[in-house]
């Protein structure tokens, strides 16, 4: 609705204007087009051809009408009439040859137009046929000028004498143009006699046509352009056949281009020209940058094809993988742009240092594939690692700040995604709305639970059988609340399945930790002396844990007998704490391990020590001058460096996790539905349909494995700026995999259930997951001192402290200064203070806000309800006084009246309808009221009775009338 | 080269700015328009043939194919209102039902895809079709009447009985799903 009545009013605007520009200037904009085509012979002709052009144009303008003319009979009557009036209007130019009557038959057709707007207006009952029929006058409007400009230009040759037949026009000579021409100029004084100016100077006809025009005038040229711009811009968005749109669009660019290069005075012409021309290049230039952009968009087809296939609940997956794809994207590209890209060209190469080398007893396998699948040999003294970065402060010609760069890409990965995770959050809560309130449950599910993107006849069928259940249900629901038969046995089952998932949660958090604490056991050994499985167990068991304690809370989730929906909610939540105490249980471990190898690094601190003075004191043993003695750097004896340890344990966790996660595709999806397929033909019962069947695309449980997923890449990022680059390299083959993998082997969900509602929840998990990954990253940062051999940061005490040596040496003295005092305790806790502040009353003010909303809902609703009654009361007594008007037929006025006040009652309008009808009375809808503030002039009985204020209002539940009308009172009585 | 000669320029940037496509997804439109039926439809559409692709042709693209609704869609969308609808309907379809259509736009055509006598309200014979198409005449005539009765009750405003265009916009727009499943990504 709001649409339509901007948009209706914003064409009554044009027209206004239009009919001005018609009176005064018409001539002169024939004179425009001379006048420029003045100047050369060739011009003439093509002079020539734009009049063909423009007769064209004119042409097809005419015939769009008569197809319009179809349409509707309002336009069919007005066209009629105008044609009559084009007649008159001709043979009275004959006579007399002056502009005065044509000003006044455009008077007319303004007037004209305004009792047609108000005949269009009374059929306003169907907004869409009103509009139309405007926008056919206002087409009519454009068919009219240049029809007149025909006319007109006839009307010249006939003055002279020149007969010449009617469509002489289409015989393109050079001599009639410069007739015409010839014709028009003279014609030129005795149309236009105010404005002397443009005999002068024709180049400037058209600047001259404008300042003719009165400021009003001109501001009102420039809003009517400024609305073909906007409508222009919102074309898309009408409601309208395309040809209706196509035909608008070429109308107002016709009419931008005729108005656009006159527009603007002197010198100010050639810049508003200029402005112009450049705003036309810039919009060209968006279209093409908004055309590539969506041509940028990877997967569209293949999520299309997915979509189309199983609605949108599985497409929503892939979705959000993709976002995903486009968040890791970054991450990667800050991390390889900044920090390894750096390191490996200008950092010192790779055997120059101890951290940058491999270590002389690991050498022999350092490239061993074993070894390297293991991220450890030469993947682990690589720019892949923390350990390998230099403490240096500036490398390279470009005097790059490793450290620094190093600490603002860790903090500025998880800044990065903190933002964009909130903003979709509140983009996405945005969308949704008020979707909580149930008022419309029928309603949405009526009109809404149809997915518009199925195009598979196989999860039609499944889409169709899970509406038809859910509408039963709702129907089963709303006739009696449930009938919960034996509540007893329902609540033991459930406390019971809690009770076994708590058992499974505490199950596996435990054998992770101790599968942590043996793989300790066999590290402080040493891994070699044992097989794959003892140096995988804990990344093999977490994943294991993750596969199968799933199905297991599945399994257990049957015995609560939750409604579907709820049920998924609940498995989601206990999946999502299974992952968090696995992960966390992997944290605590990890940090054990941080500490053990922190006591190592002490050891080897003071064997170095040693080791130094052995190496100096045996070979130097008196001349301390001498030049310092040259150790190959793999000899050097090293620290554990704990930060490359905990890398490679996110490295290797993130590897194992995928492969599970591609195998159990492969054999749970890929190699069932071979089985399936394949022994189908010659098994005892029917496998396709019977038991294993083919598997179902498990969208929250994908879902949440990704969100695990990314938890692990911010927790490690910092100590392995390889795994953004491995995670992208994941998601981009899972992308593929799994859209292979579903396409294929796998079947649309029975139960499909609407993806919009929960993707905040997911965003919330991820949004927790964050949280949760960043605590240790930061803790490990500001309490746990870095390696002293190893690592961008060591030598330092804290990691952070990097920024303070930036400070100290980059910055200006009084920039650290003033850094050091706002720093200070005394200013940073009262500016906490205020945060937290500001936090209450931005929340204090949106639960006000949510608050004042519902009640209004509940206002609504209850004024609703109340108008129904209301509207019920209405009718009995509408009904009843109908009896009593046909029964004394005399006394219309005074009943009328009383049933005139109830305006927005329907049903009483209804009965009522016939009576006004024959009274010739109009009555105004609701709805309509606000764009009819003028009354019907023939309206008979209702201005006698009540002052004509009152009938315009529109504001539900006011009852304009008088006071001492009885049924108000009777009303007001029965509320 | 070959793309060119379908639309001129003009064409195109015409139906950039009349639709929610860009000009790669126009050109695929195209295409796919004309494999519905390539003995009619020319490869030249610079001079605007008047083509018009029948309604079985239409209904049987893969993504209406399986909808309920198909042939409401059609006939609402084509310009003679009997579902037989010109290249001109076909992209103004689409582009309705595209995802950047906003949601004023999508819940006037879905009021009037749902109003299937053409008579500007959802009635309850319309309500009933539309439960009918929707659960493939699976409920009985009682739950149906109920249904209509329950959703009439709801989304009523002014208590005529039936839905008029404000009552189903004001109901469809708060509704979650709206947005997301009455799209047709092509």
Redesign the interface.
Known sequence: MVIFSRFTSSWKHLRYFSIEVDEGNDNEFNLYYVGVEDHSEGEKEQQVKQEGKRRRERNGKISGRTASEKRSAVTKNSDKREKKHDKHQKTARERRGSKTHEKRRKRNNADEEVVEEECSKEKNVKNERTKTSKLEDEKEQGGKKNKKKSVKTEDVDRNHGKMKPRDCNDVPTKEKTKNRKKLETISEPESKSDSESDLESRDDKAVGVLSSLTPEELEMLKEAMEEKKKLMATLRGKPWPMKKKLIILRESQEFLEKYEGALGKGKGRKLYAYKVVMMKKWMKFQRDFENFKTACIPWEMKIKEIESHFGSSVASYFIFLRWMYGINMILFGLTFGLVMVPEALMGKPYGTLPRKTVPREEEASAMNFAVLWDFGGYAKYSVLFYGYYNNQRAIGWLKFRMPLSYFLVGVGTVAYSYMVVIRTMARNANEEGGGDDTIFNFSWKAFTSWDYLIGNPETADNKFASITTSIKEAIVEDQESRKDDNIHLTRFLRVLANFLVLCCLAGSGYLIYFVVRRSQKFALVGLEKYGWWERNEVNMVMSLLGMFCPMLFDVISTLENYHPRIALQWQLGRIFALFLGNLYTFIIALMDAIQLKRAEEDIVKTNMTIWQANLYNGTVPDNSTAPPITVHPADVPRGPCWETMVGQEFVRLIISDTMTTYITLLIGDFFRAVLVRFLNNCWCWDLEYGFPSYSEFDVSGNVLGLIFNQGMIWMGAFYAPCLPALNLFRLHVSMYLQCWAVMCCNVPQERVFKASGSNNFYMAMLLVILFLSTLPAIYTIVSIPPSFDCGPFSGKSRMFDVIQETLETDFPAWFGMVFSYASNPGLVLPFLLLLVLALYYLQSTSKTYKRVNMELKKKLQVQNEENKKKNKLAALKAASELEQATNAVGKHSNTDSDLGMNENDNSLNETQQHRQKGQKSRYVHPSQGQHNKDPHPISSTHTTTRPPASRSRAVPGHLPGNPQQPQRNSHSNRR | GNKQTIFTSQQL??Y?????F????ILRLFHRYRDLAPQLVPLDYTEQPDVRLPYELIGSM????????RQRIAEV?S?DGKGNMTL??F??MF???SEM??R??KA???FKI?DFNND?FICKSD?EK??NK???N??TED?VR??CE??IN??D????GRLS??D??N??T?????????????
């Open positions: 940037d015409a950039q700015d009349c639709t929610y860009t000009r790669k997804e893969p993504e209406l194919k399986d909808n309920p609704f969308f310009e001109d309907d992209l103004d582009s309705v039902l259509a906003p004023d736009l006037y055509y879905a749902y500007y309500l539309t439960l929707l659960t493939r699976e409920l739950e109920m249904v329950k959703v709801e989304a405003l002014d208590n005529d265009l404000e189903f916009q109901m469809i708060r509704a979650p799903d709206f947005l997301s499943t009455f799209h047709i990504r092509i």
